[in-house]
């Protein structure tokens, strides 16, 4: 037997882990497996309005799994069966169902709670409904968080994730323009599906694997060579050594300043030296380094 919860859970954060937190107590209260429905994409991204993941697939499912196991489902495959349809395939061998409060399912979202409670309660199953998680008097959400990091504040979508928000991936070989510059950073190519935060520089802790903290400068480099595509380049405090082909991972912390075109690189170097400046005035305040 096993006890299910459904739904995107992109970004596994605070409001997600109370649902799985759930998860895991009836497992135990029932002696059951714990088993986690992932949704690969939310509707948004089949429209064509979706700004991106906050995590890959593969992150979000290693996240799911401290809580159960894991499978994933096609939005296309299971968008036009009806709730009972669903709920046929989810109720199989099943003890309990842990969802939000504003769980849908079926054709058109047609089924919601009641429906859930209805259909649950005709197979003696137990559903366990969790409130919304509210912030500062706003719902926790994916959503949210994807606009939050949109405009820069990253500081609170780090507090409604629960974690700080990352950027990982393999360091490539661009044309070594900070290099040049006299602040050589490390180019990160990341998952197209992903958001991406708004542009700027940000203060952030590194894996190299070893910890370290530094800039990131998230754009389209604008003063030196405007690109079509968004860059995102590291400059680690402290550090001398090859990255190529390996992969780090970067903790956004802070946003310190937007991107902006500079009147020549003399200038763009004068700012990222108060940039540097501010990093290290903020590494002493805060962290142990």
């Known amino acids: 037997m096993r006890v299910v919860t459904i739904g995107v859970f992109d970004g596994v954060h605070k409001g997600h882990v109370q649902i799985l937190e759930e998860?895991?107590?009836?497992?135990?209260?029932?002696?059951?497996?714990?088993?986690?429905?992932t949704i690969?994409?939310?509707?948004?991204?089949y429209y064509g309005k979706f700004d991106g993941l906050l995590i890959t697939l593969e992150e979000r499912i290693t996240l799911l799994e401290m809580y159960g196991t894991v499978h994933t489902l096609d939005l296309l495959e299971i968008k036009d069966i009806t709730p009972?349809?669903?709920f046929s395939f989810i109720s199989k061998d099943t003890r309990a169902i842990v969802v939000g409060e504003d769980f849908r399912f079926g054709k058109n979202a047609s089924g919601n709670i009641e429906?859930?409670?209805?259909?649950?309660?005709?197979?003696?199953?137990?559903?366990?409904?969790?409130?919304?998680?509210?912030?500062?008097?706003?719902?926790?959400?994916?959503?949210?968080?994807?606009?939050?990091?949109?405009?820069?504040?990253i500081q609170k979508a780090n507090n409604l994730l629960g974690r700080p928000?990352?950027?990982?991936?393999?360091?490539y070989k661009d044309k070594q323009i900070g290099e040049k510059l006299g602040f050589p950073t490390a180019n990160i190519r990341r998952d197209k599906n992903l958001i991406k935060p708004k542009n700027g520089v940000y203060f952030c802790r590194v894996y190299t694997p070893e910890l370290r903290y530094g800039l990131i400068n998230i754009g389209l480099r604008p003063t030196i060579e405007k690109t079509k595509h968004v860059k995102y380049e590291v400059y680690i405090l402290d550090f001398e050594g090859d990255l190529y082909n390996k992969h780090i991972h970067v903790e956004l912390l802070s946003y310190l300043r937007e991107e902006k075109k500079f009147e020549n690189t003399e200038k763009l170097?004068?700012?990222?030296?108060?940039d540097e400046s501010i990093a290290r005035k903020i590494l002493e305040e805060k962290y142990e380094y």
């Open 269 to 274: 170097i004068e700012q990222m030296k108060k």
């Open 165 to 171: 928000y990352s950027i990982h991936g393999k360091v």
């Open 23 to 37: 998860l895991k107590n009836l497992a135990q209260k029932y002696e059951s497996t714990p088993e986690i429905f």
């Open 40 to 45: 690969i994409f939310p509707m948004e991204y």
């Open 115 to 153: 429906t859930l409670s209805n259909l649950c309660k005709a197979k003696n199953i137990e559903l366990k409904v969790i409130k919304d998680i509210m912030a500062n008097g706003e719902r926790i959400s994916s959503t949210l968080i994807r606009n939050l990091i949109k405009t820069g504040n």
């Open 84 to 86: 009972e349809q669903f």
